[in-house]
């Protein structure tokens, strides 16, 4: 009851949102997030179920447990959020554009989180809409090149994590993903995504590692080490860069800060 109170109260918030805004391609926009947020609880639970099952992780459908479907209501909150300061602070057609890819990017962190596994059928689809959304808006080199250097930046960061702790953690999952997301923010704003990425992912493991949460993570390796899935860092980076990309003179502020 509690979640779906929750739910009503965000749904109502949107379109109240919507209501007040003046733009009518920003309002009309605010209305399909808010529509669009309940349908995707439900969606995302039908895809956690079956679609592991098709791909051949579970033998057959697995029902969501309770704490794993709060936490879809939570990755779909936070998608609606971030979808609505996109609206807020960027034009209504380029919003629309990255709201795709934070529902892209928000149902691989879920399938990561909950089924330990990153499927192509969400990522191919969210690679090619990033190459697409980029051509039709900086040109395709900007896309093609971002994805191309997330995804080598990706595969050296997992060499160097798995000869330094003697595991196996180099993922072709994770590297799609990676290169997806590069697709999404283009290679000008890629040294924020990776940066913003690499800390969100560094703070899950340490905080883990100290909470001991069950259920968290999964153990990899001869050592079993315990890692993090990498699918909530990266949606949560992209949402981010995407986020202060579309805040005018904010991205150059943060490059300043960074360099110091």
Do not use: K
Not at 55 to 72: F, H, K, L, M
Not at 122 to 130: K, R, S
Not at 205 to 211: E, K
Not at 252 to 259: D, F, K, L, Q, S
């Amino acid at each position: 009851m509690g979640d779906w109170l929750l739910s009503i109260a965000a749904m109502a918030g949107m379109v109240i949102w919507s209501l007040l805004v003046r733009d009518g391609r920003t309002s009309l926009a605010g209305f399909g997030v808010a529509l669009w947020f309940p349908i995707s609880i439900g969606l995302y639970r039908v895809l956690l179920r079956w679609l592991p099952m098709i791909g051949g992780v579970y033998a057959c459908p697995v029902r969501a447990t309770s704490q794993q479907q709060r936490e879809i209501t939570a990755g779909c909150l936070l998608t609606a959020a971030f979808s609505m300061l996109c609206l807020a602070c960027m034009p209504a057609p380029i919003a629309a554009a990255n709201i795709l890819a934070l529902n892209f990017a928000c149902l691989a962190a879920l399938f990561d989180r909950i089924a330990g596994w990153l499927p192509n059928h969400v990522l191919i689809p969210m690679l090619l809409a990033g190459l697409l959304a980029g051509a039709l808006r900086d040109g395709a080199n900007a896309a093609i090149l971002g994805a191309a250097a997330s995804w080598g930046a990706a595969v050296l960061a997992l060499l160097f994590l798995s000869v330094s702790l003697r595991a196996n953690l180099l993922s072709g999952e994770d590297v799609a993903m990676a290169a997806a997301c590069g697709a999404w923010v283009g290679i000008g704003d890629l040294s924020i995504f990776l940066s913003v990425t690499g800390f969100l992912y560094w703070a899950s493991c340490v905080a883990v590692r100290h909470v001991r949460a069950p259920g968290w993570g999964r153990l990899d390796g001869p050592e079993r080490i315990r890692m993090q899935p990498t699918g909530p860092s990266f949606a949560l980076g992209l949402a981010i860069t995407l986020l202060l990309h579309g805040v005018p003179g904010l991205p150059n502020w943060v490059y300043r800060i960074a360099a110091h």
